[in-house]
Antibody
Framework: EVQLVESGGGLQQPGRSLRLSCAAS????????MHWVRQVPGQGLEWVSG????????GYADSVKGRFTVSRDNAKNSLYLEMNSLRVVDTAIYYC??????????????WGQGTLVTVSS | QSVLTQPPSVSGAPGQTVTISCTGT?????????VQWFQHLPGSAPKLIVS???DRPSGVPDRFSVSKSGTSVSLAIAGLQAEDEADYYC???????????FGAGTKVTVL
C-alpha cells in the first residue's frame, strides 16, 4: 500500500524557516517524481514544487521560487521541502504527492494527509 | 486565480447526472497534456478518480467518466449518490509554468 506521511509543519514567524519531510513507503521512491502541493484552508490546490526521480529536473511555482528548495533522498525513502523567508501567505496545508512516473510532467496519483504550516507573528 | 477554470458548484438529486467542466489553454489542455480529476473530502487526502481518457484507479466506479472538446474537459458523475458529495479538482501540466496546474475546485452537492 502506497503511503506518504508528511511532518515538520507548525507555527513559524514571518521571515523564518521550516523544513518539511515526507516519508514514503509501499513503493520504490526512485522510480517516481515527487511534488509538494499546498492548499490554503477553504481555497483551492496550488502546486508548489516538483523533483524528478534522479534530482536532475526541479521546478517551483513563481510564488516560492528563490525561497523554497525541494530535495529527495531515495535511499531514505524521503522527500523534503526547505522553506526560507516564510510569508504569511505561505500559510497552508502542504501535501506530499507522488507522480505517476519518473519525470515531472507525469500526473499526480497518491497524496499524503498533509501537514499544516502557519506563518504568523 | 487558478489556471484551469471550473464552476464553483454543481448540484443534483440522487440518481441524476451532474457534469463539471474544466477549461484550460493552449499551454496545458490544448498542448495535449492529460487532465486528471481528484475527489477531496475536508480533512482527508485528495483521491485520484479519473486520469486521461477515463482511466479509473481500482475501486472507482464507472459512474465517473470524462469527455473532451478542444481545451475543455468535463467530468460526468452518473447515478449521483450521497457519498459523491465532495470537492472535485481538475489538474493538468502547463508548459509555460513548467508545473502542475489545478482548477479552483467544484463543490458537488447531493440534494
Amino acid at each position: 500500500e502506497v503511503q506518504l506521511v508528511e511532518s515538520g509543519g507548525g507555527l513559524q514567524q514571518p521571515g523564518r524557516s521550516l523544513r518539511l519531510s515526507c516519508a514514503a513507503s509501499g513503493f520504490i521512491l526512485e522510480d517516481f517524481a515527487m511534488h509538494w502541493v499546498r492548499q490554503v484552508p477553504g481555497q483551492g490546490l496550488e502546486w508548489v514544487s516538483g523533483i524528478s526521480w534522479n534530482n536532475d529536473d526541479l521546478g517551483y511555482a513563481d510564488s516560492v521560487k528563490g525561497r523554497f528548495t525541494v530535495s529527495r533522498d531515495n535511499a531514505k525513502n524521503s522527500l523534503y521541502l526547505e522553506m526560507n523567508s516564510l510569508r504569511v501567505v505561505d500559510t497552508a496545508i502542504y501535501y506530499c504527492v507522488r507522480g505517476s512516473g519518473p519525470h515531472r510532467p507525469a500526473h499526480p496519483d497518491y497524496w499524503g494527509q498533509g501537514t499544516l504550516v502557519t506563518v504568523s507573528s | 486565480q487558478s489556471v484551469l477554470t471550473q464552476p464553483p458548484s454543481v448540484s443534483g438529486a440522487p440518481g441524476q447526472t451532474v457534469t463539471i467542466s474544466c477549461t484550460g489553454t493552449s499551454s496545458n489542455i490544448g498542448a495535449h497534456f492529460d487532465v486528471q480529476w481528484f475527489q477531496h473530502l475536508p480533512g482527508s487526502a485528495p483521491k485520484l478518480i479519473v486520469s486521461g481518457d477515463s482511466d479509473r484507479p481500482s475501486g472507482v466506479p464507472d459512474r465517473f467518466s470524462v469527455s473532451k472538446s478542444g481545451t475543455s474537459v468535463s467530468l460526468a458523475i452518473a447515478g449521483l449518490q450521497a457519498e459523491d458529495e465532495a470537492d472535485y479538482y481538475c489538474q493538468s501540466y502547463d508548459t509555460t509554468l513548467s508545473g502542475f496546474v489545478f482548477g479552483a475546485g467544484t463543490k458537488v452537492t447531493v440534494l
